[in-house]
């Protein structure tokens, strides 16, 4: 089918496969459509329909709130064309830049499935072809018998591998973490879709990083903080992580974390710092970790880009303090909001 986006700068065509959503197909052909979250939450998608009919493959999106359907509007992360289609976005859109990493579909097989936690589970996908992906990014991932895609940030970094790894925090009654809570998923095959995310890090960025993560937001900043170790990039600039979590119990990564370079705090919302234990590098504070983070960070924000992921209250809160107290620019913050 064959889809026409006119853009506030320009025009782009490109084609989409049966039932195959418009974002995904635009992002496929190397058009850099807006989304932000991808699956249905945020309404970045937003597009309105000129000519053509649409399929909304899940009607009671969230982001659907965004949308005003009696004006032709709907989400390109959820609608397939049935069609020919002809659409506005109302934004600036660029086909993506040269060398960046631009998003298949690619099935892969469940691996190395372990908790981290009494409610957060690490696995691997281990990738029927080799895929390269930017330090910060995620899949979607769609598993048999669950409806849509769900969003997951790498946790690892390499060029050109075949393993992406995971952490899936368990959602009470959610489709995909129940699903992979549910029964033993060694070997079970899932559908990637990727890679996607502008939260990503390349060396040649050249500032110093902040990364505030609340819970499984944890999952890229590893990704970032591997592909800067690699680089011996803490050698000439700063890094700095704040990790929030409840208490001890829901803390993962604390190994990896102690063996990098960056200056690592973990906020504990819930209970008392704890005596000196393993992690002797590792720094333990009370509070929220927005909290945390500004009372630590206060006079350090020089050249700093900040990197912001996990539940969408966490984000909105670290945010906030990065643009009134830290004035940092929207370009130097980069989010992902596990909606
Ligand atoms: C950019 C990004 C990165 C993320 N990274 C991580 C991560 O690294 N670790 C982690 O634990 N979580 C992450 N999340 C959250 C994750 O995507 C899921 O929302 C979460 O795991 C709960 O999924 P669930 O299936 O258990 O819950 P559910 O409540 O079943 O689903 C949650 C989400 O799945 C999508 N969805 C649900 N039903 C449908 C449907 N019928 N059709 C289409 N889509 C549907 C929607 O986006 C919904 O908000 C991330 C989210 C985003 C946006
Ligand atoms: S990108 Fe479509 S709703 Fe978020």
């Known amino acids: 089918m064959r889809i026409q986006v006119n853009a506030r700068n320009r025009g782009f065509e490109f084609d989409a496969g ?38 909304d493959r899940w009607s009671g999106a969230p982001g659907k709130k965004y949308v005003k359907p009696q004006a032709g509007e709907f989400l390109m992360c959820q609608c397939a064309a049935e069609e020919a289609l002809t659409l506005e976005v109302s934004k600036f859109v660029y086909a993506v830049e040269p060398g960046a990493c631009v998003p298949q579909t690619c099935a892969g097989i469940v691996r190395g499935v372990r908790p981290l936690t009494h409610d957060v589970m690490g696995f691997a996908l281990e990738l029927e072809r080799p895929r390269d992906f930017d330090a910060g990014q995620f899949v979607l991932l769609a598993a048999d018998g669950v409806e849509g895609y769900r969003a997951y940030s790498m946790c690892n970094y390499v060029r050109g591998g075949r393993t992406l790894d995971f952490v899936v925090k368990r959602k009470p009654e959610g489709g995909f973490s129940q699903w992979l809570f549910g029964a033993n998923r060694e070997g079970a095959r899932l559908q990637a879709f990727g890679p996607l995310g502008k939260a990503t890090f390349d060396p040649a960025l050249g500032k110093n990083l902040l990364c505030i993560a609340g819970g499984s937001g944890i999952a890229g900043m590893m990704s970032i903080l591997a592909r800067a170790d690699a680089a011996d990039y803490f050698s000439s600039h700063q890094g700095h992580v704040f990790f929030g979590v409840r208490t001890m119990k829901d803390a993962f990564f604390l190994k990896e974390l102690s063996e990098t370079k960056a200056k690592v705090t973990i906020a504990l919302s819930e209970e008392d710092v704890p ?63 596990f909606s």
């Open 18 to 55: 049966p039932g195959e959503r418009v974002l995904y197909a635009g992002l496929r052909a190397g058009i850099d459509l807006p989304y932000e979250c991808a699956t249905g939450t945020c309404g970045t998608c937003k597009a309105k329909l000129v000519s053509g009919r649409v399929t």
């Open 275 to 337: 005596q000196k234990g393993a992690h002797a590098s590792l720094k333990f504070e009370n509070g929220l970790v927005h909290e945390v983070a500004k009372r630590a960070m206060a006079g350090k924000y020089q050249n700093v880009r900040a990197y912001v992921a996990g539940p969408p209250p966490a984000v909105d809160a670290a945010i906030r303090v990065l643009l009134l107290d830290a004035k940092l620019t929207t370009d130097n913050i980069r989010y992902d909001k």
